[in-house]
Each structure stands twice: as C-alpha cells, then as structure tokens.
C-alpha cells in the first residue's frame, strides 16, 4: 500500500500548495509511526485558509478515490488533523505548528520531495 499512499500524499502536498499553504514538509516516518506511512504538515494564515486547505485536501484526494477517514472533531479555528490511512495531514496556524512541533517527533525521518516527485494520482487530477 505504501507506494500507492505515496502518490495520494504527494498530491495533498500539491493541493495543499495550489491553495497557498505553507511551509508544508512530507514526511516519510517509516516504523516509528505506528499510525500512518506518511506525515503532511501545512501551515494556514486564518480560519478561513484552514477550512479552504481543508476542503482541497478533502476533494482532491476524493477525486482520485482516497476518502478521509477520520477528522478531529470539534474543528478548531487553529489546527485540522486528517486521516486518510497511511496518510496523516494536519493543518495549523503558524502559531498552533511552533507551540506542538509535531515534526520534530519524526525530526530524522525522510523528507519526500513532492515539488519534484513524480506521482500517477497528482497528474491524473492537476
């Protein structure tokens, strides 16, 4: 499943772009995360750009046949986290990323360069 899940998280890394997110890093954890294959992170200006990220994400991913499975609920104005399977997205403010540091769990994990991967499911839907 990893190669496959690979492809539907580089394309949330280009959704998430396409909509101006930032600093987004995907990252590969491997073993060290017994809950997903891959890791996305993305940073939102406001509570609107969360909720457009947000949709995006959703949509796309829909589009080429991965659904999310679960969201955290209740939706907070600072952070939205998503799973999709092997595939973790979490969007926050600049404010919410630097208070939890997420990334830095999996600080010596692979960086996947998704600008640059080329990737079956994100040429399909672009």
Do not use: Q
């Amino acid at each position: 499943m990893a190669p496959k899940i690979k492809n539907f998280a580089v394309l949330a890394a280009r959704a998430a772009s396409d909509k101006k997110g930032e600093d987004i890093l995907l990252l590969r954890p491997g073993k060290k995360s017994p809950l997903a294959d891959y890791w996305l992170f993305v940073t939102a200006n406001s509570r609107p750009h969360l909720e457009v990220l947000e949709w995006e994400i959703k949509e796309r991913l829909k589009a080429s046949g991965l659904y999310c499975l679960h969201r955290a609920k209740p939706a907070s104005d600072h952070w939205r986290a998503l799973d999709f399977g092997g595939l973790m997205v979490h969007i926050m403010t600049a404010e919410t990323r630097s208070f939890y540091a997420l990334e830095k769990i999996y600080a010596d994990s692979p960086v996947v360069d998704w600008e640059s991967e080329d990737s079956p499911a994100s040429k399909a839907v672009r």
